[in-house]
């Protein structure tokens, strides 16, 4: 059921940023009116962890599975498939409950 959701929400660039704004706000909005950050301070926070989780979610199924046929140059490590717009909506994922446990710490810091 979760797989034919984010094959329907990653079909084109628009709708896979539209499900990752969708995905995003309510995060946004608990931080700004819940945990009382500035808007400008969330959106910053959430493009810093949003940034690094990506760079965490893009290893993920991107070995090759020798199906592929390899072009004379091509770089070995490169994947036949990348699937970026799933890995938007995951990262998205990922950086909200990431995004939620800095913002919930933020009090507990003293910030």
């Known amino acids: 059921m979760f797989s ?17 704004i969708l995905m995003m706000l309510p ?7 819940g945990f009382r950050l500035s808007g400008f301070g969330a959106g910053a926070l959430y ?7 990506l760079f965490s979610v893009l290893p993920f199924r991107a070995a090759p599975d020798g199906t592929e046929v390899v072009v004379p140059g091509q770089d070995l490590g490169a994947p036949h498939r990348p ?5 938007a909506v995951w ?6 409950v990431v995004f939620l446990v ?3 710490a933020f009090p507990l810091a003293g910030l």
Request: glycine share 0%.
């Open 4 to 20: 034919a959701l984010l094959d329907r929400a990653t079909t084109s660039i628009p709708r896979t940023l539209a499900a990752c």
């Open 27 to 33: 995060m946004l909005a608990l931080a700004v009116w």
């Open 47 to 53: 493009f810093v962890v949003w940034w690094t989780m």
């Open 83 to 87: 699937q970026m717009r799933r890995k």
């Open 91 to 96: 990262t998205t994922l990922v950086a909200d």
């Open 102 to 104: 800095a913002v919930a």
